[in-house]
């Protein structure tokens, strides 16, 4: 059975910093695509953030380009979201996901991965 489960959200003023974490049971997070998903209420779901299976590349969204940072933590087996300068538009329920498959990359710009976690809440405060 497998569970992505996120950490680390909550509330902070506009400029402000929040890491989230995102760790597994049943999963194996190391050659595997993992990224972030966030929806803000009464908005479509958009992809944040992905690294690529093997960790050579990465996607951000544009913008959050510059404030966000994706890392895989030692060892391994957590996947993180460092998030500065934060806005309020940054405001949104934000959601692990991981790949289907380990060594492939997939197109989530219009495929839905394979695992998601529960969501975790950011809110931004201006």
């Known amino acids: 059975q497998v569970q992505l489960i996120e950490s680390g959200g909550g509330l902070v003023q506009a400029g402000g910093s929040l890491r989230l974490s995102c760790a597994a049971s049943?999963?194996?997070?190391?050659?595997?695509?993992m990224g972030w998903f966030r929806q803000a209420p009464g908005k479509e779901r958009e992809l944040v953030v992905f690294?690529?299976?093997?960790?050579?590349?990465?996607y951000y969204l544009d913008s959050v380009k510059g404030r966000f940072t994706i890392s895989r933590d030692n060892p391994k087996n957590t996947v993180s979201l460092q998030m500065n300068s934060l806005k309020p538009e940054d405001t949104a329920v934000y959601y692990c996901?991981?790949?289907?498959?380990?060594?492939?990359?997939?197109?989530?710009?219009?495929?839905?991965?394979?695992?998601w976690g529960p969501g975790t809440q950011v809110t931004v405060s201006s």
């Open positions: 996901a991981a790949g289907q498959t380990r060594y492939r990359d997939y197109e989530w710009s219009r495929d839905s991965p394979g695992y």
């Open positions: 049943g999963l194996t997070f190391s050659s595997r695509q």
């Open positions: 690294i690529s299976w093997s960790g050579d590349s990465t």
